[in-house]
């Protein structure tokens, strides 16, 4: 990141705080739920990385971010045409201690 100042601070943290002088910032929302508007099956979570998986993955929606992206653009997307500013990651499962509960910690 670029060096904004002379004490280190990024110069992205001086262009948020012009602009939030002027104006409100939103972040997107919920990925979860947004999800769930999609009914997707378990062959959308398993895609071809995950085909042999021995839990059923369903609910782990960390995985879409790998097998459907065309999802997650698309929620993406949808939050900006609302307003969003910001966009966070798809990743609210992303650990190995969650991943852990489809047998997933290792892979």
């Known amino acids: 990141a670029a060096v ?3 004490d280190g ?5 001086g262009r948020l705080r012009e ?3 002027s ?3 939103f972040f997107d929302g919920g990925m979860g ?3 769930q508007g999609y009914r997707l099956g378990e062959d959308d979570f398993r895609g071809d990385r995950w085909k042999n ?3 059923e993955l369903k609910g782990n929606n960390d995985l879409l971010s790998v097998t459907r992206p065309d999802v997650i653009q698309a929620i993406h997307e949808e939050y900006l045409a609302a307003g969003a500013d910001f966009i ?4 609210f ?3 190995w201690i969650a991943q852990a509960d489809y047998e997933l910690d290792k892979d």
């Open 33 to 35: 739920t947004m999800i």
């Open 19 to 21: 602009i939030m002088s």
């Open 88 to 91: 966070e990651t798809n990743t």
């Open 9 to 13: 601070e990024p110069a992205i943290f």
């Open 23 to 25: 104006k409100l910032m």
């Open 93 to 95: 499962s992303g650990t």
């Open 53 to 55: 998986a021995t839990k």
């Open 4 to 6: 904004g100042g002379s």
